[in-house]
């Protein structure tokens, strides 16, 4: 089969720079949930993508998907013109499948039902709609469909028909270069409608099948940022279903954002608020509290996050306690067991099993061996302006509050420092390492008084 995508609109009620079929739904563009909803198909269609407005962010967006074939439209003169464009790159033999490139949420189901509707003539994907306006209208005479007919040249009576034209369907490609090529554009829009490929058919005995959508909002195209951010919620609520029908539980459906890839073991319990982005793994019984923003994180099974906290690029152990207000950014990788507590960042670091970063510190370019304790306000100094440095903090190391650890450095085993530290050589094993002015009283000081 051939897949045409029609993505050369300007999208112009979008009011923005970014290309309408571009325009993100769950992180991605809308074209790239289309492509994807295609490729579910089967991998020997041919997938080709009509571009015009904005064609060269487009093409460069999807650059690296080789079985994208991309067909120009340099200008926008309508859905059958859009067609006609892809033609020179579709096998005539098969059967051609058009899908709109913002119409992001049509289900491979639905697709296939269409396909199997047309029996390799003319299939059309319908829905009923309670307020058709805008849609092309589906004209029928004894239940069979005679023609689409535009909102802009519709009849009063035409309008009043609630079936509409999804703007889906399947033709038969060898007929559709004398379609498309006798297309007029005498109608309201002055466009080459691909709709009035349908009263061609009828006219040469081609049978016209329909399917009928399961629901309107997978077949809703999107005009403007109200339309974008419905099918968001749409699209968010069925993501919240599909975890709750696999056992996790979402406090409310309508307040988690997965945009993207979200893998929940058993009793996992995400709070309200969250978003997921990239691929997150939580395992068994991990708790994520409300407010926390997860992008590329792997957590392990029985950790909890308390609320409010921001990881990215990290992965942490199991039965660790993270949060509230903890940032974990790439490369923080946390062992089983540790704690990490608020105001506290993590940058490319090993945090060993059992160790505790509790309050108030920036732990950058570290290795961290097990059970030690970082007391509050520690910062490894890890950057001298122009290069960076690592510190190492050995097992059972003992770190005082307000310390710097200036890299490179290594704390020893269970060496401790005092707090207010300022940490520039080694510290050995096992011994109390203190480098701070030493405390005195000055006996008899008097505090100076205003003068009269
Ligand atoms: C179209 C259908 C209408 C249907 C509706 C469903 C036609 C004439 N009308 O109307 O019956 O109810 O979709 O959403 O087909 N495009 C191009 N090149 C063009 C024009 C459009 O590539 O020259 C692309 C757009 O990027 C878009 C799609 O085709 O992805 C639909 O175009 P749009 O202008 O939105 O058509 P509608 O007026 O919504
Ligand atoms: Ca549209």
């Known amino acids: 089969m051939n ?6 609109g300007m999208g112009k009620r979008m009011r923005s720079r970014l290309p309408k079929v571009l325009q993100p739904l769950a992180d991605k563009p809308m074209l790239e949930h289309v492509i994807e909803k295609a490729r579910l198909l089967g991998s020997d269609n041919r997938l080709i993508v009509v571009v015009g407005h904005g064609a060269e962010a487009v093409k460069s967006y999807f650059h690296d998907q080789s079985d994208i074939t991309f067909a120009t439209q340099a200008e926008q003169l309508g859905t059958g013109h859009a067609l006609l464009q892809a033609l020179p790159y579709c096998d005539n033999s098969k059967s051609t499948l058009v899908l709109l490139g913002d119409v992001p949420l049509i289900r491979t189901e639905t ?17 009923l709609l309670d307020n058709p306006t805008g849609y092309g209208r589906i004209v029928r005479k004894n239940g069979a469909v005679e023609a689409i007919v535009e909102e802009k040249d519709a009849s009063a009576e035409q309008k009043a028909i609630r079936e509409v034209n999804t703007g889906i369907m399947v033709l038969p490609t060898e007929r559709l270069e004398k379609w498309l090529g006798e297309l007029g554009n005498q109608n309201a829009q002055g466009e080459y409608y691909l709709t009035d490929v349908i009263a061609r058919a009828v006219g040469e005995g081609v049978p ?6 399961s629901e309107a909002t997978e077949v809703e195209g999107v005009n403007n940022k109200i339309q974008l951010a419905t099918l968001e919620r749409a699209y968010q609520l069925e993501k919240a279903r599909q975890l709750m029908a696999g056992g996790v539980t979402v406090i409310d459906p309508s307040r988690i954002d997965v945009r993207g890839e979200l893998i929940c073991g058993k009793d996992v319990t995400i709070d309200v608020g969250c978003v997921f982005s990239g691929r997150v793994v939580l395992g068994d019984g991990v708790r994520v509290g409300a407010y926390c923003v997860l992008k590329d994180v792997e957590i392990g099974s029985e950790t909890e996050v308390l609320p409010f906290c921001h990881f990215e690029g990290a992965a942490v152990g199991e039965q660790a306690r993270l949060g509230p207000f903890s940032r974990l950014r790439p490369g923080a990788t946390l062992a089983n067991q540790t704690h990490i507590g608020n105001f506290v960042e993590i940058k490319k670091s090993v945090i060993g099993e059992g160790s505790k970063v509790n309050h108030l510190s920036y732990i950058g370019d570290t290795d961290m061996g097990a059970r030690v304790n970082i007391g509050a306000g520690t910062i490894t100094c890890n950057y001298d302006g122009v290069n960076k440095f690592r510190t190492t903090i050995m097992d059972d190391a003992f770190i005082g509050s307000d310390t710097q650890l200036v890299a490179p450095v290594t704390v020893g085993r269970g060496a401790t420092l005092g707090a207010g530290t300022t940490l520039t050589k080694d510290a050995p094993d096992g011994e109390l390492t ?7 009283t000055v006996k008899g000081w008097k505090r100076p008084v205003k003068k009269k």
Do not use: F, P
Request: net charge positive.
């Open 208 to 213: 016209v099948n329909t399917a009928l959508a």
């Open 434 to 440: 203190i480098a701070r002015a030493r405390q005195m």
């Open 111 to 127: 697709l296939q039902k269409l396909i199997v509707a047309s029996g390799g003539n003319v299939g059309l994907l319908t829905v």
């Open 3 to 8: 897949i045409v995508i029609l993505a050369a």
